[in-house]
């Protein structure tokens, strides 16, 4: 990969427009094999011992004239690490001329582990095994791709609560589960929709863009599971035939929990989960139906995802010691991203993309705190604005200045480890990224006042 010094200098970007959308779905069986390590909680006994649900990985393909787009959404913790990406990119970009390639996880504590490194024991056989089948599936949605229309719909479901309650002295208390409902702030109950049909009007995909963490199940459950994010996805699927391939967008859940987080096995965590997945289901399949895809006058995809530089928060080694003495080492080993000795730095994705000039989608790659979603969705030039997290990579936690300030797990905890202010400059920079692809920001100075 060839970095440009600039510090924010763009890894792709590129853009089409045509008179004309094309669109392909495929899913693909991603279930790794029981007795891996499970992803998401320290007080885990164990490694997985059987399979609840299966994990999926879900493709759309999008495309307009040259352009093509792959937007993969995986029933896992976190995305594959930057080695598997790249070689994803490079074999959908020689078997379908794939131009741009984001993928998103929903961030179930209930998959296996998944490292950005492995370098020991080598890429574990099961990832390798789940790459070469996304790869197929991509293809397959390439294709199988017919031309399309977009629309876009949104509603309300509250299934979550802000796990961080300031208190009147300024002390941060946690709040793990809410199962009284007890209102909560801030949280976004926004449930954002894009349905993509056919020309004659038949739905192939549904994406539904939500925030909350996907821990209804916690660290004593040992069974694969998509958790409430698979039960939505089926719940919307069902209501339409069957027919459509039903995408979850995660949104900025950093600080958002489902109100029967971490509910033990012997309390019926099985019956809360599909509570929550059927009451965001239901009201998704409700804004879906109601949505009536027309051709736009102006069909166009633009992308972008540029490498943004930023410093470690902390010092490094006492960083790893925090975290080892919280977690302990094999917490670490799952959890913590790679940082050289010689570096106090890292090098962020941010994923920009603009689909017919009024839908705008950022990834952020890691766990944004709630008030990034909104800020986005208020401050964003056009229409429909979706905010993605855990897209393209993970570096674990992005709190609010003032968040970091207050203190809290995700905001002073060793789990948040890039630099106070990353989140700001992240939407920021995505902002501009969408007001230059409307043509709103100029590369030239305008002399004409002058």
Known sequence: MNLMNSSEMPRVTSSAASPHLKAGVAEVDITPPVGLPMYGYAARPGPSRGTLDPLYARVLVLQCEEKRLALVTLDLGRPFGAASLEWLRAAVRKSSNISFLLVVASH??????LKD????????????AALEKIAKAIDEAQQHSLPARVGTGYGVAYIGHNRRRVNQDGTITWLDRNTTRIPTAPVDPVVSVLRVDTTEGSPLAILVNYACHAVVFGPDNMEYSADFPGVMAKTVREGFGGKPVCFFLQGAPGDINPYHAATP?????????????????????RVAKSIRPNDDAQTSLQFAEDLLPFHLRWNREEWRRSILTAYGQAFFDSFAPPVRPSSDGLQLPVVTLLINKHIALVGLPGEAFIDFQINWRDRCPVADAFFLGYANAYHGYFPTIQIAAEGGYGATSPTTWIEVGAGERMVNHALARVYQMLGRLRDVPDLTEW
Request: net charge negative; aromatic share 8%.
């Open 108 to 113: 179930t504590h209930s998959g296996p582990v």
């Open 117 to 128: 490194e492995y370098p020991t024991e080598g890429t574990p056989a099961w990832e390798i």
């Open 265 to 285: 096995l012997e309390q019926d965590a099985v019956r809360m989960r599909d509570w929550e997945g059927e009451q965001l289901g239901r009201e998704a399949l």
